[in-house]
């Protein structure tokens, strides 16, 4: 008899046990964070989408050849007057992208023209918009939509004297 | 025992077994006993280094495919549970043309069993006496050995039209409305 | 034969075309009247990515297994011959995607051996860091998984959901990205800890210790859980050793074989730890040599983040243009998994030669043949998950 009032004890225990943690956890700060009204910031040296801006470009193929899945091209014209090379346009596969860092270490410019951005929310519609292109002279082709940001990131290029552009509402 | 010593002794009981030749003066290894052996005598080979001399364990197997030299090198790496510091290379020098192969190991060591498999399906190289000797990462039937230096892809399906850059069908997008 | 159509057959290895021909100690050639042959895989989830094991059963006991790799292979090894030396970094990320440090570990020391280059005291503790880190990652995913096979679920969203987060977070602050971090370079590291780093990973170790005892609670003592593993899946010390199974699989059957311990790389040989040591060579404990390597790691870490001096964190190589001189060169370090060797040959052009990759994933799963024969199909699962595989590795 005292054996079964033991277990039924034991029993309950456990049960205060059990939703001990539950209860824990209840109080306890959530940690989801409600995407996409909220967004975590992404690190200082995330590496997020391929930045580039032609202003800044000196056509100096480095990228091009540091690239290990060849997702990089552009073609340079020379410029008999200022004997430098000029860019005519830089495409970038974002299909082909592995995000790995390479062609914004080897970048000889300074800032450099083609660099990381803690962009993460890339997406296209279509196979073709992956190949994305800029040219000198068409520096900024706009917004799709005034919904994906990332378009200005990508193109418009950072404003001078900072490093990488904010993501917005950060969070964290 | 020394490196000096353990190549001697292997030189001792198999006359054909010797040093590895450095290719060029400048050539860099890794610091351990590199012993060249023909083909068909590795078993032999492996059997003394394991029985006798205590390497037990088959680190790693492979082939190189040297296309100037016209030959296939075979890399076996073997080492020690109890000192694994001490490490042994075995090579073995195979012909390119027909169909090379040499003595399986897979009897001695069954870690050998699935690296000869893959050296088979990489390289073309035959084991004999390797009890299921198929085709491992690739499937049957597939054209060619990728790992040989002469191996030409063909262009299949998967392929965009061109390895280096964009495909010359894509259209920059670049131009947004 | 058609390269670009080949028939549906040869394409598609049927189960009888992988059981023709000669076969190994399965002799699953014939079937007797009472044997079926069971498909498991390539998709099914306990499998742990695209792997394929044909079992023989007679009624409900496996008399013979066969894996089939090869699903995920996409020729790294090929890839790297047509690659230049710091871009194969980024190829050795894709082999075994759950400690992706270790393997740019693995690759940079070969090279490095090849250049002679000396790498920075600092470089190389932050290499301990981030590689036990990394370790411990990897060993969090097999508690966590392997727990989920046999079905516990809860270790799983404590040890894959949060702790391994933690870690994730920690590596994404330092190198920019969770799994695929390219970090460990020839000649050092790519960035300096960010400011701040060494606390939030002194205060991850203080965490994960008391993460342990949970774990124990949830799994180590867990009566069902040790019902499941104790016994199950014993592996020789004699077969592991034959089939060439170092690392914690080895160490799980008792054979003391540690690399950082053993012949030391880097500046492991500056650490005070202990060789995790299994005895019976089961399934349990296979899952206690990690568990507590994972102890062992939050040693060396705190040891690392004590001793951490300050300095360079790349040592003199071209920025670009890596030409190491003609040779060959191997390393080997000691893996999640097991030995992660890399066996390199250059002919002094600015890519690999050949390029190999011992993987230890692809060398443990061989055993499968051996030990499942005679368990149970439900036990097949147990064993499977208790060897660590990754798929890319295996297949590379």
New interface residues.
């Given amino acids: 008899m005292f054996d079964y009032f033991c277990a039924i004890g034991n029993m309950g225990w456990a049960f205060v046990k059990g939703l001990g943690v539950t209860f824990k956890y209840l109080f306890s700060p959530a940690v989801t964070v409600q995407y996409p009204y909220e967004k975590l910031t992404p690190s200082e040296l995330f590496r997020g989408a391929l930045a580039f801006h032609p202003d800044l470009c000196i056509s100096c193929d480095m990228c091009v050849r540091a690239c290990p899945s060849n997702c990089i091209s552009l073609e340079a014209k020379r410029n008999e007057q200022t004997k430098k090379k000029d860019l005519q346009w830089y495409r970038i596969d974002f299909a082909k992208c592995n995000y790995c860092r390479l062609c914004e270490e080897i970048c000889l410019t300074k800032p450099k023209s083609v660099h990381h951005s803690r962009e993460f929310e890339l997406t296209f519609t279509s196979r073709n918009d992956f190949v994305v292109e800029w040219r000198p002279e068409r520096p900024q082709p706009k917004a799709l939509e005034p919904g994906q940001e990332w378009v200005k990131f990508l193109t418009q290029g950072r404003p001078p004297g900072r490093r990488r552009a904010k993501s917005p509402e950060g969070k964290k | 025992m020394d490196d000096a010593q353990l190549v001697e002794r292997i030189a001792e009981r198999f006359g054909e077994a010797r040093e590895v030749p450095l290719p060029d003066p400048k050539w860099l290894r890794p610091d351990a006993p590199q012993v060249k052996v023909p083909a068909e005598r590795v078993a032999e080979v492996a059997r003394y280094l394991k029985n006798e001399l205590g390497f037990d364990l088959l680190d790693f197997l492979t082939a190189v495919d040297w296309l100037k030299e016209n030959r296939f090198e075979m890399v076996y790496c073997f080492t020690k549970t109890a000192e694994p510091k001490s490490r042994l290379f075995l090579k073995a020098d195979l012909p390119r043309e027909g169909e090379p192969g040499l003595p399986s190991l897979a009897g001695l060591y069954k870690a050998a069993d699935w690296q000869e498999r893959e050296v088979f399906d990489l390289f073309g190289i035959r084991f004999e006496g390797h009890p299921h000797l198929k085709r491992i990462l690739l499937w049957e039937g597939y054209p060619g050995h990728p790992l040989r230096k002469d191996y030409v892809h063909v262009p299949d399906k998967y392929d965009n039209g061109s390895e280096i850059g964009l495909p010359k069908s894509a259209v920059p997008s670049g131009e947004h409305k | 034969?058609n390269?670009?159509n080949?028939?549906a057959g040869?394409?598609n290895?049927t189960a009888d075309?992988?059981l023709s021909?000669?076969?190994?100690?399965t002799k699953m050639e014939r079937l007797s009247e009472t044997e079926m042959l069971l498909n498991m895989g390539p998709q099914h989830p306990s499998t742990h990515g695209v792997l394929r094991v044909v079992l023989k059963l007679d009624g409900e006991v496996v008399t013979g297994a066969m894996p089939d790799?090869?699903y995920l292979?996409r020729?790294v090894?090929?890839l790297s011959e047509n690659?230049?030396y710091?871009?194969v970094i980024?190829?050795t990320?894709r082999d075994d995607y759950l400690c992706a440090m270790l393997n740019n570990w693995a690759y940079c020391l070969a090279v490095e051996?090849?250049l002679k280059v000396e790498v920075p005291a600092r470089a190389e503790y932050i290499r301990v860091l981030v590689g036990e880190l990394n370790r411990i990652a990897s060993h969090l995913v097999l508690i966590g998984t392997f727990g989920i096979d046999i079905g516990a679920f809860t270790p799983f969203l404590y040890a894959f959901g949060r702790e391994r987060e933690m870690i994730l977070?920690l590596l994404?602050?330092?190198?920019?990205?969770r799994i695929?971090y390219?970090y460990i370079r020839i000649g050092g590291v790519?960035?300096d800890l960010?400011a701040g780093w060494t606390e939030k990973a002194g205060k991850f170790v203080a965490h994960m210790r008391a993460c342990l005892k949970e774990y124990d609670d949830l799994l180590t003592y867990n009566p069902i859980f040790l019902d499941r593993t104790r016994g199950v899946g014993i592996l020789s010390k004699e077969?592991a050793?034959?089939?060439?199974v170092?690392g914690p699989n080895?160490r799980a059957s008792g054979?003391p074989?540690d690399?950082r311990k053993?012949?030391p790389y880097g500046v492991y040989g500056k650490f005070d730890f202990e060789m995790a040591l299994g005895k019976n060579g089961d399934c349990f404990d296979r899952y206690l040599v990690r568990r507590n390597e994972i102890e062992q790691s939050l040693r060396i870490i705190e040891q690392a983040l004590e001793a951490l001096p300050a300095g360079d964190i790349l040592g003199k190589v071209p920025?670009?243009n890596i030409r190491p001189?003609?040779?060959?060169?191997?390393a080997?370090i000691e893996g999640a998994r097991g030995?992660l060797?890399v066996?390199l040959?250059?002919d002094g052009s600015l890519q690999p030669?050949?390029m190999?990759v011992?993987a230890p994933s692809?060398?443990s799963?061989?055993v499968l043949q051996?030990i499942l024969k005679g368990w149970k199909v439900a036990d097949v699962v147990a064993i499977l998950g208790s060897i660590d595989i990754v798929l890319g590795e295996v297949?590379?």
């Fill in positions: 034969m390269p670009l080949p028939p040869v394409i290895a075309s992988i021909g000669p076969s190994f100690e790799v090869g292979h020729g090894e090929k690659r230049l710091p871009q980024v190829l990320d051996q090849l977070d994404d602050q330092v190198s920019g990205a695929t390219n790519m960035a960010p077969s050793v034959s089939y060439g170092a080895l054979v074989l690399l053993m012949a920025k670009a001189p003609a040779g060959e060169a191997y080997h030995w060797g066996y040959i250059s030669y050949r190999h011992r692809f060398i799963l061989a051996e297949d590379r």
